[in-house]
Antibody, heavy 118, light 107 residues
Framework: QVQLVQSGSELREPGASVKVSCKTSGYTFRTYAINWVRQAPGQGLEWMGWINTNTGNPTYAQGFTGRFVFSVDTSISTAYLQINSLKADDTGVYYCAKTTPVGALDPWGQGTLVTVSS | EILMTQSPGILSLSPGEAATLSCRAS?????LAWYQQKPGQAPRLLIYGTSTRATGIPARFSGSGSGTEFTLTVTSLQSEDFAIYYCQQYNNWPRGTFGQGTKVELK
């Protein structure tokens, strides 16, 4: 079955960088885009953007340009989210999710908690 | 930019009751999905294309609407249905806008 498995929790100091991985299995990786979604503590879902897994071309939502970088490694069917110059309000759970043929998000990874604190 | 507004923020109901959740878009959308999220878990796709249930989703969940007004209905709430529900439009830029969520809690 289709699975997205994300890397474990991360603790970083402000100003540092973090790279979250999303390893996929059960389907042809290059066929469907991968989306990234943030959930701040106690808050709702915030769509960050998506990456075309065939071309590697990323699209970022407003508010997620500049410090956020989406990438893929097609050889290992894995997508990545890198956040640079971390700030305290980057703290939250980051989810990857596969785009379905009709455009909705399914399934989702289990989420990766990123904590930014000194 | 499309904004998605869900109401009510909290819905307090008892098992067996029906839940009606609303989602309003700031402009017309043609592709709408609903997700369920339980504490400590990732969201799960319930409905896509406004009214099509995702694989494995029970028939008590149904979606309807068009244009700017959409509804998720859960007939006869089960204990496992108490959760937060999010709508999402996925055809207009920004392509993945979520509503702020409706919490269905035990009365």
């Amino acid at each position: 079955q289709v699975q997205l498995v994300q890397s474990g929790s991360e603790l970083r100091e402000p100003g540092a960088s973090v790279k979250v991985s999303c390893k996929t299995s059960g389907y042809t990786f290059r066929t469907y885009a991968i989306n990234w979604v943030r959930q701040a503590p106690g808050q709702g879902l915030e769509w960050m953007g998506w990456i075309n897994t065939n071309t590697g071309n990323p699209t970022y939502a407003q508010g997620f340009t500049g410090r956020f970088v989406f990438s893929v490694d097609t050889s290992i069917s894995t997508a990545y989210l890198q956040i640079n110059s971390l700030k305290a309000d980057d703290t939250g759970v980051y989810y990857c999710a596969k785009t379905t043929p009709v455009g909705a998000l399914d399934p989702w990874g289990q989420g990766t908690l990123v904590t930014v604190s000194s | 930019e499309i904004l998605m507004t869900q109401s009510p923020g909290i819905l307090s109901l008892s098992p067996g009751e029906a839940a009606t959740l609303s989602c309003r878009a700031s402009q017309s959308v043609t592709k709408l999905a609903w997700y369920q999220q339980k504490p400590g878990q990732a969201p799960r796709l319930l409905i896509y294309g406004t009214s099509t249930r995702a694989t494995g989703i029970p028939a008590r969940f149904s979606g309807s609407g068009s244009g700017t007004e959409f509804t998720l209905t859960v007939t006869s709430l089960q204990s496992e249905d108490f959760a937060i529900y999010y709508c999402q439009q996925y055809n207009n830029w920004p392509r993945g806008t979520f509503g702020q969520g409706t919490k269905v809690e035990l009365k």
